[in-house]
């Protein structure tokens, strides 16, 4: 037993309280002094704090202004998506910023939202594997169930010899000789071919690198050798099954290739420090997804393989890698090169003047095992309303067909997907001929005589130019802008590469080509002389003129010789 404690307080006198009293009074004082110090430091170290951070949030605001200001002017399809992301980083900052002012030191708050995303990914790839290994396993494919299932638990599994080399055999409907050994014995090795031993090449494989393949007489060896493996014989006979159902069922080789591609980019993202996405994103995945959306029944394409590939693209995080994984297959003509032309048309918005668009023509013209209504029906099906639209304007305009031919094509095709032909060729108001010269560009003449702004005369021509754009098109815009005013013309040049959103026309280098070329031809002369004039009296006025100095760099842009010329003759230093 414990001894029991003594809690009696030792008296202490009057005496010895009051000779410490007085410091025991002074001790209070100073921690009262050291107090009050640490509150006004802790006060002005906050104020520190939310200076600090008040002065980043306006300084990273103003640097995503800029960021965005610039992205906005790029060439690309991706502006707006760059932009919203742009603008969602930076109120994720400010989420942060506010959350550190007011003491919230909560990890989720302050974890970027990719890490989020990631953190989500690996979570939806790991749940993934089990209904795939399952799968497998109901089908009764020819691979271990026991190996199988150890990638449940440990998907690194997957990139162990044993595994890599059933894998292998798998896909090309051979088995490890390893397996038969260790399940039936040598005596079953009548019922197989060595595939790996050669004597000329490889005369001494390893012992755990041999393949087999099933006998070419193969019934006849069963029916001459019943007593062969007798104890096991159902379990052999289901195992020869299995490989020869392996070489030819579409649904294992789906489920395989599906889980191969799960595992295949949760490794990626357990060990990004040590993986390199180029090899993953570039050379590992496209084959799955290649041999995924090919392995349906004939040359068209099968809507249910785009879905599941559509599917496993989505797992991955970054849209450039998922592109990435789409331009790295198909490079040979086939179904697998239009299977990648509509997973990339599904996935962005192209118009009928983009490079991919002519691509993609190229492509559903060059098919010659399917005519030429079908091959294209079959395709644009699966696209949205603009993406059908775009292949079939540039079948129209793109010259690869004769008119006569292209037009009634894309009209027939057009009718078979459900498209409304007025939405493929509308109408342009006002318009009476197919020449170009009727009332289209009657209604921008007057226009251009009733001194409208610049901008509303550059979206009218813009229009006219989309809604059909040929040569002649182009000359007559440039025939009306030349009995227009100098600084008429001048300003439509300049207003003319931009759309409203921001992003460059697609189709503004190949117009503002041909004016400059046209501009600085001696056929023009008349033309270019009032230029010239006009813009050496905006020279004379204001030096640094925004449309001046517009002008000469977009001329830059598109001819540079013709930009020296103009710069010289209006007395600036050359372009």
Known sequence: MSEPQDNTIAIVSVEKMQREWSDLTL????????????????????????????????????????????????????????????????????????????????????????????????????????????ELIALKSPLDTAMLQSLVEKPDNFYAPPVIRASRGYVKGQIPRERILKEFGEEALIFFKDLTTDPKFNPRPKAEEIMLGLAPDLDALLAQNPNVAAAKRDELMS??????????????????????????????????????????????LPPLIEQLV??????????????????????????????????????????????????TFRALTFNEHDPATAEFLRQLLSLEKLNRQTAFASALKFLNADGQKSVLRCLVNSGKLRREEGEPLAKEVAKAIGLAEQELFPKIEGATGGTGTGGGWDNIKLLIASRAAPNDITVAIRNRLHAKYDSEEVKQSWLILTESEPMTLVRVFCLLPYLPDGQTDPIARAILESYATRLTHEKYAVTYNKVIGALKNLFKVKADSPALINFVALVKWVDPTSADKIARDVGMAAA
Do not use: W
Not at 301 to 326: N, T
């Open 27 to 134: 001790r209070v004082a100073q921690l009262e002094t050291g107090n009050n110090a640490l509150q006004q430091e802790n006060k002005n170290l906050r104020q520190t704090l939310e200076r600090a951070v008040e002065y980043r949030k306006k300084s990273h605001s103003e640097l995503v202004t800029l960021i965005t200001t610039i992205v906005s002017k790029m060439q690309s399809n991706d502006v707006g998506v760059l932009v919203s992301r742009l603008m969602e980083h930076s109120q994720h900052v400010n989420e942060i910023s506010s959350a550190l002012i007011n003491g919230k030191n909560d990890d989720a708050i302050l974890q970027p939202a990719i890490l989020k995303h990631l953190d989500k990914t690996k979570r939806d790839l790991s749940t993934a594997i089990p209904p795939l290994v399952e």
């Open 239 to 284: 195992l020869l099954q299995r490989v020869r159902d392996g070489r030819t069922s579409r649904a294992q080789k789906i489920a395989f290739l599906k889980l191969s591609f799960v595992i295949e980019l949760l490794h990626y993202y357990q060990n990004q420090s040590t993986e390199s996405p180029d090899v993953i994103f570039a050379q590992r």
């Open 294 to 343: 090919t392995c349906g029944e004939g040359d068209l394409p099968d809507e249910g393989l785009i879905k599941q590939a559509e599917a496993l693209l989505a797992l991955v995080i970054s849209p450039d890698h998922r592109q990435g994984v789409v331009y790295n297959f198909g490079k040979t003509s086939g179904l697998a090169r239009t299977m990648r032309f509509i997973l």
